[in-house]
């Protein structure tokens, strides 16, 4: 428990952060797993159309203090609420990323709200994150930064050159991001690490140098800036966990060894594995 007299500042801004850190208060970012769902009340409703479901969205997040917002597809919200009026594909939780992916193999493009609300994720200068995004979602999110001149990251991803996974991203969609000035965090995830089958079930234990590779390779990679030369690619790389600030706990089984996973450990264990890569 954090000492009586400590304040804590909600981080709205940078100027929050560094305001909290002269202050030596405990600064306090704010994250939703799933801040909003779709009002059923307006599906029938015509005049609810689909620019207007997009700005409600941004506008809601902006007002609660989102500024990062990773976006994802919910087969089960587009079931449900998929009309004439229009679709919606934006946001779900990851066992059913899809357009992310709804099955391996199916790779769907951004649908017209998902676009509505990337665009206005941009004019609200927040950062669209395409962890959870398929390839043709995740190119699709990348033209429209390029067209605006934004910044787009992959904050928990790894390369699908290494690791044939449903969850990672194609080397075109790394250089892209890191075009954008972007990073790619890369996970520690034990499922993400290695090729997985059918199901995107790991075929095999991950190991310590299944996450070198992940770094090695996206470090090599030959990815062109803006002014085209060559970037270099150690300035787009950070490591992602994809966790709770205390780690997951033992018997979760998330990370590359799985008797590797409490807080501090796991990230000491890292450190010492990049710092001999």
Known sequence: NPPANLNVKVVLTSND????????????????QKPDTVDLNNVGNPLYTTDRLASDLVNSWRTKGLRIVNLAYS?????????????????????????????????????????????????????VDISHVGTASALAILDLADIRGK?????????????????NHTDEVICRIAKTGGIIGITPLRFMLVDGDERGNPVRVANDQD??????????????????????????????????VNGWPQQAGRFWVSQQVSAPSAWMRMAAVLMRS
Do not use: W
């Open 211 to 244: 996450i070198i590779n992940q770094f090695r390779h996206i470090r090599g990679l030959n990815c062109l800036g803006k002014n085209g030369r060559r970037l270099n690619m150690i300035n787009h790389i950070a490591v992602a966990s994809d966790s709770y």
């Open 75 to 127: 087969k089960t919200h587009n079931d449900t609420l998929n009309t004439n009026n229009y679709d919606s594909r934006y946001i779900g939780s990851s066992g059913e990323d899809a357009g992310v992916r709804v099955d391996r193999g199916i790779d769907l493009p951004l649908p017209p709200l998902g676009r509505g609300v990337v665009e206005r994720l941009f004019a609200n200068n927040m950062i």
């Open 151 to 167: 910044v787009v990251t992959a904050n928990h991803v790894n390369a699908e050159a290494i690791a044939d996974h449903p969850r």
């Open 17 to 32: 952060l560094l305001a909290a850190r002269q202050a030596n208060d405990l600064a306090m970012i704010y994250y939703i």
